[in-house]
């Protein structure tokens, strides 16, 4: 018996249209961004792929992308998300996650957190690979000393207004880190 279509839906944020695909079964969230859903949809594994989608509701989603436009930061990493990638990278995502919304780490610091203090470029690389953001809020990941860095779902520019809406200054002396 084949699995049913993977949920898709679509939300508008000031960031641009966050687009979002869920397994039915258990509302996980396996692939989203501020890109088109085409883009989304090729994110995934070819065995999710193969599943197809159909557009419907995901409420959990919805109530977690409206508090954190509302200013709930921390409620869009409450919601169940997963994704392929090896037990670094699992690890890495799982830190991002603890990030409390309001603050940022450096990829050192995420490094640390996730155990290999010298892993900055897996933890970048991590970032650059994360393809279910704002879920896994990659854009919480700063380089040292504040600067923004980049981000592969509308460059420095958005990643410094969704750090603003969740009340980060990256570039200012008060960052909190970890």
């Known amino acids: 018996m084949a699995e049913a279509p ?3 839906s679509s ?11 869920a397994t039915p079964e258990d ?3 396996r692939s989203s961004g501020f890109r088109p859903m085409r883009d989304t949809v090729a994110a995934l594994p070819s065995r999710l ?3 197809g989608l159909v557009d419907g509701d995901m409420p959990v989603v919805a109530d977690a992308v409206d508090a954190w436009l509302a200013g709930d930061g921390d409620a869009i990493t409450h919601v169940p998300a997963e994704q392929d ?7 890495l995502w799982a830190q ?32 650059a690979r994360n393809n279910i953001a704002p879920f896994v809020p990659c854009h919480r990941v700063v ?18 207004a969704m750090l603003a809406l969740e009340g980060e200054r990256p570039l200012d002396d008060a960052r909190v880190t970890r």
């Open 6 to 8: 993977l949920v898709a």
């Open 11 to 21: 939300y508008d944020t000031p960031f641009g249209t966050l687009t979002v695909l």
């Open 27 to 29: 509302g996980v969230v």
């Open 49 to 51: 792929q193969a599943r």
């Open 85 to 91: 990638g090896g037990p670094f990278f699992q690890e």
């Open 96 to 127: 991002l996650r603890t990030v409390p919304s309001g603050s940022s780490v450096s990829y050192q610091e995420l490094a640390t957190m996730a155990g290999r203090p010298r892993a900055m470029r897996a933890a970048g690389t991590a970032c």
């Open 143 to 160: 380089k040292c000393g504040g600067a923004l860095g980049s981000y592969g779902f509308g460059g420095e520019g958005m990643k410094a």
